[in-house]
């Protein structure tokens, strides 16, 4: 599936890493289990899929979550490295996601 690079497929397999299971292996052991899902979704983002401030994964973040964006401008990788991830934290979700779609896949 991975190597597929679809950004559908991997938004829709991202709620099933949010647990840090067996979905995908990171080499990043530092890295939260809460990183997965986000690594999954932003992979997904820079694969493609409509990430900006008024796609369907802002307005889950938001209306299903409870997390909004203080600017109705930002999109969802913004917004994620803005308000879900500690600054000391941003390189490991980068490279989780670098993982995910590998050197070839995504805007690196």
């Known amino acids: 599936m991975r ?4 950004p559908d497929a991997f938004n829709a397999l991202s709620p099933a890493s949010a647990g ?7 080499s990043q052991p530092q890295a939260p289990p809460q990183f ?7 992979a997904a983002c820079r694969l493609g899929l409509e990430c900006g401030p ?3 994964l ?3 973040y938001c209306v299903n979550g409870g997390i909004c ?4 401008a930002q999109g969802f990788e913004a ?3 803005d308000a879900a991830v500690p600054r000391q934290s941003e390189d490991v979700l980068r490279g989780m996601v670098q993982t995910l779609i ?3 896949g995504g805007n690196t």
């Open 69 to 72: 964006s203080r600017d109705p």
């Open 58 to 60: 802002m307005t889950q």
């Open 36 to 42: 997965n899902q986000l690594a999954w979704q932003l």
């Open 20 to 26: 840090g299971g067996s979905l995908f292996s990171f």
């Open 102 to 104: 590998g050197s070839d």
């Open 79 to 81: 917004f994620v490295f």
């Open 54 to 56: 008024d796609s369907s």
């Open 3 to 6: 190597e597929s690079l679809d």
